[in-house]
């Protein structure tokens, strides 16, 4: 059974940073694409970013380029996100997703496996 359990989420303010993580397991992770998407209220699920399987290519949102870095160790079957100068407009539950997606596509959709999720609240 395929898990992917984030953490790390939580309330901070405006141009803080946090790390999220997500723990796998259950599928074999070096095969992977790993990606982060997030829902904020009342909106539609957007894409964050993505690391392909063996962690040299990475593609962002416009949003976040520049302030987040995804990053992923095959060893630990995790993938982290990390997040700087964050914004009000971050504030989103951030979801981890599986799947044998192309990274550079840019978009949630596709990704065989999702974790429940952890919200992130940016106060300005």
């Known amino acids: 059974q395929v898990q992917l359990v984030e953490s790390g989420g939580g309330l901070v303010q405006a141009g803080d940073s946090l790390r999220l993580s997500c723990a796998a397991s259950g599928l074999t992770f070096s095969t992977h694409t790993m990606a982060w998407s997030r829902q904020a209220p009342g909106k539609e699920r957007e894409f964050v970013a993505a690391i392909s399987t063996g962690g040299g290519g990475t593609a962002y949102a416009d949003s976040v380029k520049g302030r987040f870095t995804i990053s992923r160790d095959n060893a630990k079957n995790t993938v982290h996100l990390q997040m700087n100068s964050l914004k009000p407009e971050d504030t989103a539950v951030y979801y981890c997703?599986?799947?044998?997606?192309?990274?550079?596509?840019?978009?949630?959709?596709?990704?065989?496996?999702w974790g429940k999720g952890t919200p992130v609240t940016v106060s300005s």
């Open positions: 997703a599986a799947g044998t997606v192309a990274y550079w596509r840019r978009s949630h959709n596709g990704y065989d496996y």
